[in-house]
Nanobody
Framework: QVQLVESGGGLVQAGGSLRLSCAASGGTFSSYAWGWFRQAPGKEREFVACISWIGGLTNYADSVKGRFTISRDNAKNTVYLQMNRLKPEDTAVYYC?????????????????WGQGTQVTVSS
């Protein structure tokens, strides 16, 4: 059974950094694209970043471009999201996702597997 487990969330002051991890089990994910999404209270889940399964091609939401970096370790079935210069508006539950139908999926319905989420809170 495929399972994605996020970790690394927490409380940080504005301007600080966090590194999220997402470990996958129950399958081989070297041919999957990975993505990070976030959802703030009362808002829809929104795309943050993705990385392709080959070539390490990335894509970012404009709101995080230049501050966040997505990376992957295929040997460990793990994807990371390094978040720097965090802002209060980055506060949300962050979800990782995996999918193998698109090169750089950026929509919720383009992913097959989802984690349970990890809370990130940025205080001002």
């Amino acid at each position: 059974q495929v399972q994605l487990v996020e970790s690394g969330g927490g409380l940080v002051q504005a301007g600080g950094s966090l590194r999220l991890s997402c470990a996958a089990s129950g399958g081989t994910f070297s041919s999957y694209a990975w993505g990070w999404f976030r959802q703030a209270p009362g808002k829809e889940r929104e795309f943050v970043a993705c990385i392709s399964w080959i070539g390490g091609l990335t894509n970012y939401a404009d709101s995080v471009k230049g501050r966040f970096t997505i990376s992957r370790d295929n040997a460990k079935n793990t994807v990371y999201l390094q978040m720097n210069r965090l802002k209060p508006e980055d506060t949300a539950v962050y979800y990782c996702a995996a999918g193998n139908r698109y090169v750089r999926p950026s929509k919720v319905d383009e992913y097959e597997y989802w984690g349970q989420g990890t809370q990130v809170t940025v205080s001002s």
